[in-house]
Structures are given as C-alpha cells and as structure tokens.
C-alpha cells in the first residue's frame, strides 16, 4: 500500500445540471487519499463557464478561461505548470486521465517537480476530431503519454491490446485497471428483499449516453408482455424526454429520481432485481471505454440484462452475471427470463458479486501500488 506520498491528479470534469460528472478515476482517488495526500487539478471538458481549479488542503486556486476551444487546452497546460511553479509543491506521483492532462505532467516533470507520472486511460478515440489538426495532436499525444509514462493504466482489456498497437509491440508496464467500484461500498440487498419486476438503469449523460429509440422499443414490447413493471432511471434527463416517456404511455412504469449523491443513487439500483443498461454507440472512445454502471449492478448483486456497446459486456457473458442482448427483442426475452425464474435469477445474482468481488477496485488499486517502483 502506498503511504505518505504527495499525489497530484490532473482531470477534465463534465458537467451537467450544474453539477460535476465523476467517474472511475475518482474511485483512484478516493482509495489514495486514506494515507496520502492528494491535491487536485480539474479543468471543464466542454463548457469553459465553469472554472479551472486547484485545491489542496492548503491552498485553493480558481481560473476562468479566456479562451474557447481549442485555445482553451493550450491555455489550461500552460495554467497548470504556472500553478505548479508558484506555489513550489514537489511531488511523488502525478496520475494524469487524459492526454492533454498527461502532456502538462510531462513538462512538470521535465521541471523536476514530480518523481513519477501515471497515465489512466478512461477512454481512447480513432478518430476523436473530426478536424485533422486537432486529431493529430490529439495522436500524438496519446502516443507521448504511453511512451514516457511510468506506468500505464486502462481500463479494458481492448484498451490494453490498443495501447500496444500504438506503441508498436514494444514491452511497456501495462496494467488493466477496470472501472470498478470498491466491492464493500457497494450495498447488497438479500435477492428476497429486492423489488420485483423493478429495473434500474443508471444514465450519467443521457442524451449522449443512451439509445433512446431502443430503449423505447424495448419497453413498448416489455409493457406488453408485463404490463406493471418499473423502470427506475437514476441521473439526470431533461424534462423533454421525460415528456416523451409520458406520452409513450410508461407514465406508470417509469420513476425519474434525477442526480442522487453516490450513496443515494447506489442504493436505489441495489433495491432493484435487475440492472440494464443502453448504451448509445454514436461515441467512437465507447469501443476502447468501460462500463462503470455495469459493473456498479454486478456489486450490488442485480444481474445484468445490457448491450454490447462496451467491452465490459464480454466480462458479463464470460462470468454469466447477465446476458448481452442485441436487439430490443432479446432484451425484453432476458428480463423476463429473469424474472420468471427464481432459480436462475438466484444463480445469476450469485456470479455477479464472485465477478464484482474479483474486481474490487481496492483489492485492484492495493496490488497495483504495492507493485509500484517509487
């Protein structure tokens, strides 16, 4: 276990409804600042009228961007080296989640004002721009972070088999490091105890994130079929298309709860029988991503009824914790397969927490560091 380290994280952070996004990479964090000390970086990703912000646990820094994109990247690299260079921290380890984050670590270091730096990959994109000069940089960057990072984490077995694509097979400190949640955060409801015929599905950005004509269908078949079940959709949708399910006629099968802090919103999923997810495949970095919601419901114990946008739904098949539906057909079969047969249901439950429990991320972040050359 690392102890007594002075960690700097470096992050792009979403927003919506006024409220930060977080992800896997925070479970990194949360896992290190038990016995370090963690300072934070965080720029906007997308809506530069949020601010930039340093915070430690004795200085706080704020910083409105001047400039748009694509300005505003190179604006925000430049920031976090003078930050770094004012207020003369010195650290063990920077852990940077994206490449633009990973090339201010670099000149950091090249300063001399970190040991080490290690690059999370949460995504990877072919093409991410649609603009040949941002992609190249956006290669080329990529391609620095896995060159001259002291050690590689990502989150999918892809990712991995892509990482050394780029570097063109040459040996490289790679490690898997799945979005998964701490196992024993994660409430478990006795399958008894958990809500029939209630599904949850957890969205974090949802016009972007969901299939919203599948999803439909799906449930238009599914009201057929079983007309009193509950779908409970944990996150933010906007008021337009909670109208749309309205006068598709699930008014009483559906519950929008909004944005719930973490505990909340986990425990409402655990209260369910069945975890789901549909995922939208417009996005290119979903091929190489991973699935934090899909494995959040496998913790919990639901067994998992989801696409096969994400790899992690391949882990799902292999570990039979679920099934991969490809079609809104087969989803609506899968739900009620579930549902109509104790047996199997209990069976299934039982080898989503053995695969969860095999992917608690402290046991995970506790090897990788212990492993960690300092």
Same mark, same amino acid.
């Given at each position: 276990?690392?102890?007594?380290?002075?960690?700097?994280?470096?992050?792009?952070?979403?927003?919506?409804?006024?409220?930060?996004?977080?992800?896997?990479?925070?479970?990194?964090?949360?896992?290190?600042?038990?016995?370090?000390?963690?300072? +934070?970086?965080?720029? =906007?990703?997308? $809506?530069?009228?949020?601010?930039? *912000?340093?915070? @430690?646990?004795? !200085?706080?820094?704020?910083?409105?961007?001047?400039?748009?994109?694509?300005?505003?990247?190179?604006?925000?690299?430049?920031?976090?080296?003078?930050?770094?260079?004012?207020?003369?921290?010195?650290?063990?380890?920077?852990?940077?989640?994206?490449?633009?984050s990973f090339f201010s670590a670099y000149i950091i270091k090249k300063l001399k004002k970190t040991k080490k730096i290690q690059f999370?990959?949460?995504?990877?994109?072919?093409?991410?721009?649609?603009?040949?000069?941002?992609?190249?940089?956006?290669?080329?960057?990529?391609?620095?972070?896995?060159?001259?990072?002291?050690?590689?984490?990502?989150?999918?077995?892809?990712?991995?088999?892509?990482?050394?694509?780029?570097?063109?097979?040459?040996?490289?400190?790679?490690?898997?490091?799945?979005?998964?949640?701490?196992?024993?955060? +994660?409430?478990?409801? =006795?399958?008894? $105890?958990?809500?029939?015929?209630? *599904?949850?599905? @957890?969205?974090? !950005?949802?016009?972007?994130?969901?299939?919203?004509?599948?999803?439909?269908?799906?449930?238009?078949?599914?009201?057929?079929?079983?007309?009193?079940?509950?779908?409970?959709?944990?996150?933010?949708?906007?008021?337009?298309?909670?109208?749309?399910?309205?006068?598709?006629?699930?008014?009483?099968?559906?519950?929008?709860?909004?944005?719930?802090?973490?505990?909340?919103?986990?425990?409402?999923?655990?209260?369910?029988?069945?975890?789901?997810?549909?995922?939208?495949?417009?996005?290119?970095?979903?091929?190489?991503?991973?699935?934090?919601?899909?494995?959040?419901?496998?913790?919990?114990?639901?067994?998992?009824?989801?696409?096969?946008?994400?790899?992690?739904?391949?882990?799902?098949?292999?570990?039979?914790?679920?099934?991969?539906?490809?079609?809104?057909?087969?989803?609506?079969?899968?739900?009620?397969?579930?549902?109509?047969?104790?047996k199997l249901y209990l069976t299934i439950s039982n080898n989503a927490?053995?695969?969860?429990?095999?992917?608690?991320?402290?046991?995970?972040?506790?090897?990788?560091?212990?492993?960690?050359?300092?």
């Open positions: 276990m690392m102890k007594n380290k002075k960690i700097l994280f470096i992050v792009h952070r979403l927003y919506f409804n006024n409220q930060v996004k977080k992800g896997g990479a925070d479970r990194i964090v949360d896992f290190l600042k038990t016995q370090n000390t963690i300072d +934070i970086i965080a720029h =906007p990703l997308k $809506n530069i009228f949020y601010p930039s *912000f340093f915070s @430690s646990n004795k !200085i706080e820094k704020k910083y409105h961007n001047h400039f748009k994109q694509p300005f505003c990247w190179l604006e925000q690299i430049i920031i976090n080296v003078i930050w770094i260079l004012k207020i003369n921290f010195q650290y063990d380890l920077i852990i940077a989640t994206d490449p633009l999370h990959s949460t995504d990877y994109s072919l093409p991410r721009f649609k603009n040949i000069i941002f992609e190249f940089f956006y290669q080329k960057f990529y391609i620095l972070a896995l060159k001259r990072a002291d050690l590689i984490t990502v989150v999918s077995l892809k990712m991995a088999n892509k990482a050394y694509e780029l570097l063109g097979y040459k040996k490289k400190n790679i490690v898997i490091l799945p979005n998964s949640p701490d196992f024993s955060k +994660i409430p478990k409801v =006795p399958p008894n $105890n958990r809500k029939l015929k209630h *599904f949850a599905i @957890s969205v974090g !950005i949802f016009e972007d994130q969901v299939d919203l004509k599948s999803l439909l269908i799906s449930l238009k078949f599914l009201k057929r079929l079983m007309n009193d079940f509950i779908l409970e959709i944990i996150g933010y949708v906007p008021k337009k298309y909670i109208k749309l399910f309205y006068n598709k006629g699930f008014k009483t099968n559906t519950i929008f709860y909004g944005i719930l802090p973490y505990e909340k919103a986990i425990k409402k999923i655990s209260e369910c029988s069945i975890g789901i997810t549909c995922y939208s495949a417009n996005h290119s970095y979903v091929h190489y991503a991973d699935s934090l919601k899909i494995r959040e419901y496998a913790a919990a114990g639901l067994p998992i009824v989801c696409d096969n946008i994400y790899g992690t739904a391949q882990e799902v098949k292999e570990n039979i914790a679920g099934y991969v539906y490809n079609n809104p057909t087969e989803m609506v079969e899968y739900l009620i397969k579930l549902t109509s047969n104790k927490l053995n695969w969860a429990k095999k992917m608690d991320k402290a046991r995970l972040l506790s090897n990788l560091y212990e492993n960690f050359n300092y």
